[in-house]
């Protein structure tokens, strides 16, 4: 079984500073891994994700991750937020070694980007 | 692309109701999976299902079942709504077969937004 820690829950920040928000995850098998994002009152919007290759991922709107095996971590960072980066971020994973594997995620870090 | 579509955006019904919260896509995906997101808890697996008939228990499948009656179909159940299960509701589907391509993902509808009274 898998699971996801993110291990903070808000994250305030000023408009054009550096953010990053952290995810470690937990597994027996080797997984994929993925950020996701939500804005208020909308469905989840996939920002990157990590299947295989170079451990440096970029992703939409500038945000990218970087996956570290021995630290199980996959944390997602943007050298500078925008207030329009409002929402809350999730990380998730799944098993790489079933194609029947449903994500697992992390319970959210809501970034809040302030003028 | 690849829509997942949940047939209400808002719903409001009472104690003791049966409801059904309907999700379809349209790609052929072989597994959906239902989602249950609560403040400060994320994302919690209900149910998933990986065939037609087929499904399989998620971490909080108690007081809901699912019917999986065709590929791009997959309804939620609630038996016998209660306001604990007040929540928003999130359908998803992956495909198997993208496993080793660049596309490989999962696609979440927009949310079903339940309000139990």
């Known amino acids: 079984a898998q699971s996801v820690t993110q291990l903070d829950s808000q994250v305030p920040v000023f408009e054009e500073a550096p953010v990053e928000l952290r995810c470690n995850y937990s597994?027996?098998?080797?997984?994929?891994l993925f950020w996701y994002v939500q804005y208020p009152n909308q469905g989840l919007q996939l920002l990157l994700k990590?299947?295989?290759?170079?451990?440096l991922v970029k992703g939409i709107n500038g945000f990218e991750a970087e996956f570290n095996k021995s630290q199980t971590s996959f944390h997602l960072r943007k050298p500078s937020v925008h207030i329009s980066d409002t929402a809350e971020y999730f990380c998730a994973v799944s098993a790489r070694n079933s194609g029947n594997t449903p994500l697992v995620f992390g319970k959210g870090t809501r970034l809040s980007v302030i003028a | 692309d690849v829509k997942v579509t949940q047939s209400s955006r808002y719903l409001v019904k009472r104690t003791g109701e049966k409801v059904f919260l309907e999700c379809v896509q349209d790609m052929d995906h072989e597994n959906m999976f239902w989602y249950r997101q609560d403040p400060g808890l994320g994302l919690r697996l209900i149910y998933f299902s990986y065939d037609v008939k087929m499904k399989e228990k998620g971490d909080i499948p108690e007081g809901y079942s699912v019917s999986r009656e065709k590929k791009e179909r997959f309804s939620l159940i609630l038996e016998s709504a209660s306001t604990n299960q007040t929540s928003m509701y999130l359908c998803?589907?992956?495909?198997?077969?993208?496993?080793?391509?660049?596309?490989?993902?999962?696609?979440f509808g927009s949310g079903t937004r339940l309000t139990v009274v």
């Open positions: 998803a589907s992956s495909l198997v077969r993208d496993r080793s391509s660049p596309n490989y993902g999962y696609t």
């Open positions: 597994s027996s098998v080797s997984v994929y």
């Open positions: 990590y299947l295989s290759g170079s451990t």
